[in-house]
């Protein structure tokens, strides 16, 4: 059984027990949450497919950690007019396990 879930923006597929990073969600390690934007749900050959939302389907989770990515380089320039600007970008996550795919 598998399910695809939208959160911060992206779609993931999940399964029970599967760990992923998400987008910061503001939970504290160990709790309990609930994604509700459900997209789809597959439990074998049973395809339920959302038009956008598969309506009373959820995925509970647990907050296992908050962090925060690797480090990504930003270098700009133009070339000739002596122009170089450098920054640098860590992205804030969550990571959840999944435990419950309800549909």
């Not at 749900?41 to 990515?69: F, H, L, N």
Request: aromatic share 4%; no cysteine.
């Amino acid at each position: 059984m598998y399910a695809v879930v939208k959160t911060g923006g992206k779609q993931y597929k999940v399964a029970i027990g599967e760990k992923l990073k998400v987008e910061q969600i503001s939970a504290d390690i160990d709790s309990q949450i609930v994604l509700n934007e459900v997209l789809m749900v597959a439990d074998g050959d049973a395809v339920v497919i959302g038009a956008p939302v598969v309506a009373g389907a959820s995925i509970k989770a647990t907050v296992i950690s908050q962090g925060r990515g690797d480090k990504v380089r930003i270098f700009k320039m133009r070339r000739r007019k002596h122009y170089m600007r450098r920054a640098g970008h860590r992205q804030n996550y969550t990571e959840i396990r999944i435990d419950e795919i309800v549909k």
